[in-house]
Structure formats: C-alpha cells, structure tokens
C-alpha cells in the first residue's frame, strides 16, 4: 500500500488561541512536536519522499524540527486557509511522483493523537475506483467549533459545513470532521481550483473538497472512528495537556504490556521514543525522556530524571538521579544523588555513589567513586578506587584539561587533582593530597604539608583562657 499513497500534513498556521510565540505545530506533547507525531503516523502508510509538511508560520524552525530525512516541505506564505495550504504542496508533489497518481492523504498538523491504524484504514476506504476518497467522522457531544458532515440519502458525505457557515439546523449535527482526508490525486488536483473562498471568514477550505467532488459524481465515504480521544485537535494548552497526557498513558500501557513493571503509572514521564527493556522496574516518579535507552532487568527509583542516555542490561539507578547523554554499562549501580552529564561514561559493574558528579568523564570497568566527587575531562581506568572529596581541578579558568588515571589506582579521600596530569596504574595517591605533576606507575604521591605535633599545646591553651 505503501506506494501509492502521498500525504500532505497541513501545519502553516500559527494557532492563535495557543497564545504562544511559537507556532502552534513546534508545541510537544508525549515527549516530542505535535508536527512530528503526525509524521510518524504517516510513515506507516508513505516513504518519506512522499510525506509533504506545507509550513508557513516559523517556517525554517518547524522545518528543522523534522528529523526524519526525506520528508518534503512546501511553504505556504500567506494563510488563507486549508484549502489554499493543500494547493501550497502541489508543484512540490508534482515534482516528486505527479499529480496522477495514487491516493492523497491530507491531514491537519495539530493532531498528535492519530493512531496509524486509522490512517490504513482510511486508505483501505478510499481505495475504491468508483469514489472521490474517504474522510474520517466522529461523533462528539459537544461539536462547537468543528465543521458537521452532511450525509446524502446513501449515507455518503454529501459536504462538510464550517461552524461559521452553518445554519441552526446544521450546528445541532454531533458527527464532526477531525481533519483526516483521503482523496484520489487525479481527482483532486483536477477540481482543486473550483474551490473559493465565498464564505464570512474569505478563507479557502479543503472541506469544500467534499462537495465539489461528490457534485462531479465522485461521492466521499465516511470512516467513522468511535474513539474520539484519537482524532483531538490541539488549539489551546488545556488541549495540549490532555494529549501529552495520552500519549503518555499509551507510552507506558505499551510499555507494561511489553515486559516492563511501571509503579504509579500516571507518576511517570516517559518520552514517545524511549525504550526499555523487559523485566525493568520503573518507580514513580521517574522520567526517561529523549532517545533514552534502558535494558533489560533494570531499577530506575524514584525521581530519577534520564535525558538521552543509554543504560545497559541489570542497571540499578537509586532515586534523584539526574543524567544527560550518559553512557551506563551492564550492572552498574548509579546514585542516590548523582549527577551525570555530556557523554558521562559508567563502566561495566561501576559504582557512583551520592553527591558525585561526573561530565565527559568516563569510568572505567568496576571502578568506584561512592561518594562527594567532582570528576571532570577525564580518563579513569578499570578497578579505580575514587575516595571521597576528590576533585579534578579540570578548569584553569581559561581552559578544560585532561586527567588520565590508570587500571587499579587509588585516590585517597579529599584529593585535588590538578589537571593536566597523569596518574599511572596502580598508583596510590595518600588521602588530603594536592596533585600537580604525574604520578608514576605503583608509586605513591603524597602531596600535602607533614604533620606538625605539639604536645601539651590544647592544655596549655585552656589555662591560659582561664587565667
Ligand atoms: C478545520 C476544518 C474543520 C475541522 C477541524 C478539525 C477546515 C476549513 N476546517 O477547522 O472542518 O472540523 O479542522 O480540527 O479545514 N492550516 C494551514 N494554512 C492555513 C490554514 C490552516 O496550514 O491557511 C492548517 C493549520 O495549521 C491546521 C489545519 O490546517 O493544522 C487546520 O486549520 P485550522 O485553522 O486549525 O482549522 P479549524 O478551524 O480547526
Ligand atoms: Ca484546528
């Protein structure tokens, strides 16, 4: 089927009653655009090349917010309505694949909630020689601000009327166009000009499509969907929450259903693109957002907050651990109270503990850095013992520089390693110490002023206050 379907996703307006600078397709629910949910529905019925986005408002940040590579864009400069964005994408379509061909698929840019399952069947029901095409309905119990579907004595779309042009009658039909077409291209290419813009808002309107087709005698059919969650157009924020809310829901009932443990469900922020694996256990209020990537047999505790990382199989992350495209390797124990950052790397059965930060610093193999750390532009080798109160000095206010710490050191508590140095393995380096020149292999450095003893000094102190 895939084929010879092309699809026009209309997202130049700008979304007034969003009341936001930003154009209304840029907003995220579910963890990603509005724009980019549709897109990932209408890959499952076209190739890339074969998806046009018409973008108008914002249009160069709407079009780098499309990440998937092949989809079109056609821009639409003026807003004049639905039907004026659909006529935008026709020289970027016949440039493509021509107007003869196939099906067209038109589908409005603010519904992130479609399910691809009812793309294919609105392709199934439009797939008929002897029809203009088929448009989604539903019925909702409070229609206002959608246009109605007019039947026709054989239950065909005979038009689809605007709010602002229908007539008392009209306004009290409950079944509604949620904006999802499915045209025969040559039909639609043909007749598109017929459609103008005699109506009170003088805007061009795709739904005039409908009649003007079935007045040539090419009748729409209706696909009418019960679940009306589905079909929800994002115009204002309270929308924009109720979708992310969905998406969400799916998200994690897709999840739970795929092997995972999610306690709390609805505490959870999951992004539409995260996997995890299965047997992991998520704890409320955990967020796995971006391209995070979780394996099998895993704990994420509570609060726990993962941006684009990838933890690998048999992770345990205690709670209130906050990590941004980090790498965490097979049964490593991250946290509580960790913060990992830039390209942080935990080595296999690592173990970073409270209150340790890490940033484009890798760990290696079983090394441990348990408690109160800052490790920064640095190179840890495998069985590293990180005392508490380390601190690379990686910054000497003009520059980053690299610390290089070899296989089976141990850096005694409250060590300052001033960067750029080199600790070779198996190195001790005595606990207070202040580090500035490389550290050979299996030697010890001690870096720090020799005890003085002073006997008698304390006491000697307490007679003298007293006298
Ligand atoms: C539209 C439908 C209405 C339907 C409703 C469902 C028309 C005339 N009416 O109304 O029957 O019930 O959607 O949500 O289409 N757009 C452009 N350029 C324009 C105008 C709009 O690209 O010049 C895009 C918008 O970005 C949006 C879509 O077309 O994605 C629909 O436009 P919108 O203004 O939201 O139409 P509605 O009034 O909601
Ligand atoms: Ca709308």
Redo the contacts with the bound molecule.
Sequence with gaps: MKKNVTVVI????L?TRMKSRKA??LHQAGGDTLLNHIVRAALRVAEPERIVA?V?HQAKEVQASVKVPGVRFAV?AE???????ALCAREVIRDAVGLGDGLLLIL????PLLRPETLTALVDAANNAQLGGAIVTTHLADPT???RILRDSQGRVAA?V?QKAANPEQLSIHE????LYCFHSDLFWQHIDEVAPNNPAK?Y???DMVEILARHGHPVLPLPIADETELL?I?TRVELALADQILRSRKTRELMLAGVTIENPGSVTIDVDVEVGMDSVLEANVQLRGRTRVGAGCRICAGTVLRDCEVADDVTILPYVVADEALIGAHASIGPFTRLRLHAEAGEGSHIGNFVELKKTKLGKGSKASHLAYLGDSNIGAGVNIGAGTITCNYDGQKKHQTEIGEGVFVGSNSTLIAPLKIAGGAYIAAGSTITTDVEADALAVGRARQVAKPGWAKRRRQLAQS
Aim: proline content about 3%.
């Design positions: 209309l997202a130049a307006g979304g209304k397709v018409v108008g639409q807003q004049r309505g639905s039907g004026h964005a409005n840019g603010d519904g601000g959608y246009g689809v605007e509604v166009n949620p904006g805007e309107y795709l739904t157009g115009n």
